[in-house]
C-alpha cells in the first residue's frame, strides 16, 4: 500500500486531454474547446505514452485513431473522471448539527460548564446553543432541537423527557448574612429578590420555613434567575433559586446560604423535542448525555 501511495501518477489535465482528443479525433479540436494551445496538448498525450511506454493514437491525415493500448487506457481514464465527478456531487456524510435551547440561567450557569464534556463524550457531534429568557419555549419547526424547559409543555407532538427537579433557597452576599444572623435568621427588612414574576418561589420556602419576610413590601422581580443573583452579590437583597445554578457563586463565598433548607420548588426541568425525531439515535443519546451531568 504504502508503494501504490508514493509511486509517480500521470497529471489528471493531461488524462483530461487525452479522453478529450479520443473522443474529437483531433489535436486541434481539443486545442479550441479546452482552450489551450496544440503544443500543450501534443505534450501531455506524449508525457502519457513515456509513462506507461505505449502508442496511445495513431496519427494520420483522417485524425486520430486510438491503438489497442489508447483503447484500453480511455475505458480506465472514462471511469476515473466519472469517479471525480460523482464525488463533486456527493453530500458528505458529516454529523447532523442539533440545536440546544435553554433558559439563559441554565445555559450560563448549568449547560456551559459541561457543554465540552458533552460534546467529548458525543465524538463528533456538532452542537448548536440557543439561549432564552423563557422558561418554556417553542421548538423550531424541522430543526433537530432539543429544548431544556422550566417546566413542562403541552404542545401537541412535543415529547418531554426529565432530567431533574428544581429546588430552592436563599442566597445572599456575606454582608447581608451578617444582617440576618443579627436579626435572629430573619429576612423582616430583607429585599427579596425573585427571578421573575409572580414569584411564587419565596412563598414556597417562607411556607416551608416558617422564617418571617417582608413579602408585600420589599420585593424586587428580575428578568432572570442569573440577574437575580448578580443582584443579591451586590448586596441588594437575598435571591431565591437553585443552588445548582450558583455553584460558582457558592464555591468562591460570593454567595452563601443563610438557611440550611433546602426545599423542592414544585418544578422540574425537561428535555423536550418533536416525536418527529423521536428515534433519532443522536437525540436520544445526546439526552442521556445530559441526563449523565445531572
Same mark, same amino acid.
Given at each position: ?14 488524462? =483530461?486531454?487525452?479522453?478529450? $482528443?479520443? &473522443? ?8 479550441? %474547446?479546452?482552450?489551450?494551445? =496544440? ?7 506524449? =508525457?502519457?505514452?513515456?509513462? /506507461?511506454?505505449?502508442?496511445? @493514437? &495513431? ?27 460523482? /464525488? ?8 447532523? #448539527?442539533?440545536?440546544?435551547? *435553554?433558559?439563559?440561567? @441554565?445555559?450560563?450557569?448549568?449547560? %456551559?460548564?459541561?457543554? +465540552?464534556?458533552?460534546?467529548?463524550? @458525543?465524538?463528533?457531534?456538532?452542537? #448548536? ?13 424541522? &430543526?433537530?432541537?432539543?429544548? !431544556? ?9 412535543? !415529547? $418531554? ?19 440576618? *444572623? ?7 427588612? =430583607? ?36 440577574? *437575580?443573583?448578580?443582584?443579591? &452579590?451586590?448586596? *441588594?437583597?437575598?435571591? !431565591? ?6 455553584? +460558582? ?9 443563610? @438557611? ?11 428535555? $423536550? /423535542? ?21
Amino acid at each position: 500500500m504504502k508503494n501504490r501511495i508514493f509511486k509517480s501518477l500521470p497529471s489528471l489535465v493531461a488524462i =483530461q486531454s487525452f479522453g478529450i $482528443c479520443a &473522443e474529437l479525433r483531433s489535436i486541434n479540436k481539443a486545442s479550441i %474547446l479546452l482552450h489551450r494551445s =496544440q503544443g500543450a496538448i501534443s505534450k501531455q498525450i506524449k =508525457q502519457l505514452e513515456e509513462h /506507461y511506454s505505449v502508442v496511445l @493514437f &495513431e496519427r494520420s491525415i483522417d485524425g486520430l485513431k486510438l491503438t489497442m493500448h489508447g483503447q484500453h487506457f480511455l475505458s480506465v481514464s472514462k471511469s476515473l473522471l466519472e469517479v471525480l465527478e460523482q /464525488y463533486e456531487t456527493l453530500e458528505p456524510n458529516l454529523p447532523k #448539527q442539533i440545536t440546544i435551547s *435553554a433558559p439563559s440561567t @441554565f445555559t450560563l450557569r448549568w449547560l %456551559l460548564p459541561r457543554i +465540552e464534556k458533552i460534546k467529548k463524550d @458525543f465524538n463528533d457531534q456538532k452542537i #448548536q446553543i440557543n439561549s432564552t429568557s423563557q422558561d418554556i419555549t417553542l421548538l423550531n419547526e424541522g &430543526e433537530l432541537e432539543i429544548a !431544556i424547559m422550566r417546566g413542562r409543555t403541552e404542545t401537541k407532538g412535543v !415529547i $418531554c423527557t426529565e432530567l431533574f427537579p428544581e429546588f430552592l433557597t436563599p442566597m445572599c452576599s456575606e454582608s447581608v448574612m451578617a444582617s440576618i *444572623a443579627e436579626s435572629g435568621l430573619s429576612l423582616r427588612g =430583607q429585599h427579596l429578590l425573585h427571578a421573575s414574576k409572580p414569584g411564587n418561589e419565596w412563598a414556597t420556602w417562607l411556607e416551608c420555613s416558617k422564617v418571617e419576610a417582608d413579602v408585600s413590601t420589599h420585593s424586587i422581580f428580575f428578568d432572570t434567575l442569573d440577574v *437575580a443573583l448578580s443582584a443579591a &452579590e451586590a448586596s *441588594a437583597g437575598v435571591v !431565591i433559586g437553585d443552588p445548582s445554578m450558583a455553584v +460558582e457563586r457558592l464555591n468562591s463565598k460570593r454567595l452563601v446560604m443563610p @438557611f440550611g433548607l433546602i426545599v423542592p420548588s414544585g418544578k422540574r426541568y425537561y428535555a $423536550c /423535542y418533536s416525536e418527529s425525531h423521536s428515534d433519532d439515535p443522536a437525540v436520544v443519546k445526546l439526552i442521556n448525555l445530559i441526563k449523565s451531568q445531572t
